[in-house]
């Protein structure tokens, strides 16, 4: 179940799990960087990072792995993605919190573009995570959906990001908040399809914030 994952894990048993999702094309290593900038800060913490389901289809002899195909951004197409990702990512997590013997509410997803929309639909299959952090995403919730359970998000993304507009960061926000989601944002100005130093220190200051059962608004 974890042999496809890179992870860093404390000196201890861990308290804690934030599970990183990276983006279309990338692969775990990639955002386990950031894991290793908020390791110091973030005691009794593992990180896990795990390749996507799939190999990349834009970088399929590389190291590039993706959780469903992504051609374009046809809300149809990108729902049927989610549909296939989705119980993949819900075993993982399940076994996940086993192994540690922790609760959902123990574990704190952080998603990066694609990751971000894969980390959203777990708001529809676990209730009580500990919270979620989606950097430069968008929200495609199913149909027919009233309400959610009360998962604390952090949304971060740039103003100039050219391949996930600005603009998804509002919609988002405003469909969560009407599902009765608490949803905070960081816009980053100037900043295109990344992560930079003010959003990373967002998302540790939520993390902790959330460890401590002391919600936050940024």
């Known amino acids: 179940m974890f042999e496809n994952c890179p992870c860093l894990l404390p000196k201890g048993t861990p308290k804690k799990i934030v599970l990183f999702l990276h983006g279309y094309g990338s692969n775990g290593d990639d955002l386990l960087e950031i894991g290793r900038i908020w390791q110091k800060n973030l005691e009794h913490t ?8 799939e190999l990349s289809d834009i970088n399929p002899y590389g190291e590039g ?8 951004f046809n809300p149809l197409n990108i729902r049927a993605g989610l ?6 990512l819900k075993r993982f997590i399940t076994a996940l919190l086993a192994e ?14 694609q990751g971000t929309m894969l ?9 009580k995570l500990g919270g979620i952090i989606g950097y430069s995403g968008a929200f495609y919730p199913p ?8 998962t604390p998000i952090l949304l971060v993304h740039g103003t100039a990001d050219t391949v ?7 919609i988002a926000q405003s469909q969560l908040r ?31 914030h959330q460890q401590q059962d002391q919600p936050i608004a940024l």
């Not at 593992?46 to 389901?53: D, K, R, T």
């Not at 540690?100 to 573009?113: E, K, T």
């Not at 980390?119 to 209730?127: D, T, V």
């Open 46 to 53: 593992a990180f896990f990072s795990p390749n996507g389901i």
């Open 65 to 72: 792995y993706q959780w469903f195909g992504l051609s374009d």
């Open 83 to 88: 549909d296939k990702a989705r119980p993949h």
């Open 100 to 113: 540690y013997r922790l609760l959902p509410s123990d574990l704190i997803l952080v998603g990066f573009s």
């Open 119 to 127: 980390a959203l639909e777990m708001l529809f299959c676990i209730s």
């Open 143 to 150: 149909a027919n959906v009233s309400s959610l359970s009360s």
């Open 164 to 170: 996930v507009p600005y603009g998804t960061l509002q």
């Open 178 to 208: 009407q599902l009765g989601v608490n949803v905070m944002t960081k816009t980053c100005h100037g900043l295109g399809h990344s992560i930079d130093e003010s959003g990373l220190m967002a998302g540790l200051d939520f993390i902790r």
